[in-house]
């Protein structure tokens, strides 16, 4: 009976931790975030790249400068905002930060390396006129499957961006760029704002 009743806990134990969510969204990281957005938006602007006809045939020192400056900040982001969860999880007494952090790392890793996969495929074939369409879709449906393990506020941002992703993969919209900076940028900006004053920073 006792060994039945053990069993039985263990079984509920496990079955709480696999329903679990890292519920503690950062305020300043997702400010950070946005911020480093605005940055590398600046920095694309006045290379004069944020035209799509001006990344086509792009190639040398300028297509490889864009192509880090644009993944380096895309992965800062998932950095900060994935260490701000921890940090926040763990000063605020929520068990198994470290354990949920892997689970929201790994459910976004698969939409980040097809992103990566098809930045290098782009660049290769001198395409980068769609690069931040493309961006704009792999980060969104990360942060999708990044959502089933956290809040709903990460769900409604990776909507804002397949949104913008599907929109600036559209030919001849031209609007990529802005798109990408708006959600993106925006977009982490005010819902680190939003998360920070309802929520704390």
């Known amino acids: ?17 696999a329903n679990q969510r890292l519920t503690t969204l950062s305020g300043l990281a997702l400010l950070g975030s946005g911020v480093l957005a605005f940055l590398a938006a600046g920095i694309t602007g006045n290379a004069g790249l944020a035209a799509p006809q001006a990344r086509v045939g792009l190639a040398g020192g300028a297509l490889w400068g864009m192509v880090a400056l644009w993944s380096a900040t895309l992965l800062a982001a998932v950095g900060l905002n994935l260490s701000g969860m921890l940090y926040r999880a763990r000063r605020d007494g929520q068990p198994l930060a470290a354990r949920l952090g892997r689970r929201v790392l790994f ?42 393990h956290s ?20 030919p001849g919209s031209g609007a990529d760029f802005v798109l990408f900076a708006g959600t993106f940028g925006a977009g982490h900006f005010l819902l680190g704002a939003w998360v920070g004053v309802r929520y704390g920073w």
């Open 1 to 17: 009976m006792a060994q039945t009743t053990r069993a039985d806990l263990h079984t509920i134990a496990q079955a709480l931790q």
């Open 107 to 148: 459910a976004m890793l698969p939409a980040l390396a097809v992103g990566g996969a098809l930045t290098l495929g782009l660049a290769l074939h001198g395409r980068l006129d769609l690069v931040f369409g493309v961006w704009m879709l792999s980060y969104g449906a990360a942060l999708i499957a990044a959502g089933a």
């Open 151 to 170: 809040v709903s506020s990460v769900r409604m941002l990776g909507l804002f961006m397949l949104l913008g992703g599907a929109l600036g993969v559209l």
